[in-house]
């Protein structure tokens, strides 16, 4: 007996010991680079808005500045096909695209955070969304190089890993551009994120380029470029078993968080907390239980295969949202708060962490950028379009009634996740 746990023992230390790899801390910081924009075009404009009187519906609605993460899909392929000339030769491919972008988020950031979403909410919502076009952009570039530069083995740690740095950047563009707004306004706070995607740009420049998988020869041409770039890609996953299935459940797996998270600044608000306490509670607080999830999540993955971690997380991730009919029956209470943020970010972190790690393993290294926007662009489909009806949800009932209903939305993803279980077992097991 005692033989037997000291073995899983040394298992549970050995599967640690993947994320001492340098690799890994490459990833960590291209996850906080790559969290910094998402809460500037959500969850902290949507406290920006509110602040200024917005209605809740007119909110939900900004929530559409988000297409870009679910339309990203349709420019993956120049990212993944063409060179940008002086910067291909000097840095890479991945890492040139890299660079570039991250430049264009930065200007795009300090746009936003000078405009008037008062006076001119067509201006504000135009600067978000090319804000979230220039995030979406980096995204695809840091998946596919992530997804490139590590080993098999050590997808899951990548996973946990982007997620840790993204959760991190969510806090300080949460906490970090609330605290900022408070005492400097809300331009020194966009500047103040937009600086800090410097930390993505040192860590491209400071590790190397991942090797190009061998392609096979291409014919001259605008169809050739598209045959190999665009159509092969595609055809290479729909040949797939049970490929509509997957792309279904990539739809619906986070579809209940998505419904909760659009209109859950707008909840703080009404309920009586103030910037200082969302920004100390929301989120200086829930890094601690993001980063814990997201390692429990890549360690889950270890042990259960990605598709039982699925599961787990799931059904947790789920329960976490009747936290929030809790919180709307007991109102401003800081303690609620803290339990309430502490259960949603514990099974986020793990729920996200499995799922990235599902979604890289579905990738094949010829078309990595282009098939795992694909993938992440149907995830991005609930947390933007199918999300944006959250506004006008929450006007139609009250507090107590939405998070019910955003709880009964994670449903048909967990029921489809049980099912493909039972039709898949092997994959299960992997």
């Given at each position: ?406 709880t009964a939305a994670a449903l048909p993803g967990l029921l489809l996740l049980l099912w493909m279980i039972r039709r898949y077992p092997a994959r299960a097991s992997g």
């Open positions: 007996m005692a033989t037997r746990a000291g073995a899983r023992l040394d298992g549970w230390v050995a599967a640690l010991s993947v994320y001492r790899d340098r690799r890994i801390l490459c990833i960590l910081c291209l996850g906080f680079s790559s969290g910094l924009p998402l809460a500037l075009v959500a969850g902290t404009l949507s406290v920006w808005l509110a602040e200024l009187g917005v209605s809740r519906t007119m909110i939900g609605l900004f929530a559409l500045v988000g297409l870009p993460y679910t339309l990203k899909f349709l420019w993956s392929p120049l990212i993944d096909g063409l060179r940008l000339p002086v910067l291909t030769a000097l840095l890479g491919r991945r890492r040139g695209w890299a660079v570039a972008i991250q430049a264009a988020l930065m200007a795009a950031a300090l746009g936003l955070g000078a405009s008037d979403p008062a006076a001119q909410p067509g201006v504000c919502a135009a600067l978000a969304l090319l804000v979230a076009f220039c995030s979406a952009s980096q995204d695809i570039v840091i998946d596919a190089y992530r997804v490139e530069i590590l080993e098999e083995r050590q997808q899951g740690a990548g996973a946990a890993a982007i997620q840790i740095g993204y959760r991190v950047a969510m806090v300080v563009s949460g906490a970090g551009a609330l605290y900022m707004a408070s005492f400097f306004g809300w331009f020194a706070a966009y500047a103040f994120i937009a600086a800090l995607v410097l930390v993505g740009v040192a860590a491209i420049l400071l590790n190397p380029e991942p090797d190009a998988p061998a392609m096979a020869e291409q014919r001259p041409g605008l169809a050739a470029w598209l045959a190999a770039h665009v159509v092969e890609p595609l055809a290479e996953f729909a040949r797939r078993p049970g490929w509509g299935w997957v792309l279904l459940f990539i739809l619906l797996y986070k579809f209940g968080d998505a419904v909760a998270a659009v209109m859950t600044g707008p909840f703080y608000i009404e309920i009586g907390f103030s910037k200082i306490e969302i920004a100390n509670v929301t989120k200086a607080f829930g890094v601690a239980m993001s980063i814990t999830g997201a390692l429990a999540g890549g360690l889950m993955v270890a042990k259960l295969g990605v598709l039982r971690a699925l599961l787990a997380a799931g059904v947790l991730q789920m329960a976490s949202n009747l936290m929030f009919v809790a919180q709307a029956l007991v109102g401003h209470d800081i303690a609620m708060l803290t339990a309430t943020i502490a259960a949603e970010n514990l099974t986020g972190g793990m729920g996200t962490a499995a799922f990235v790690a599902y979604l890289s393993g579905l990738c094949n290294v010829a078309f990595t950028a282009t098939q795992y926007a694909l993938l992440s662009s149907l995830m991005a489909v609930g947390r933007t379009v199918l999300s944006s009806s959250g506004g006008w949800i929450a006007d139609q009932m009250d507090w107590i009634g939405f998070f019910l209903v955003s």
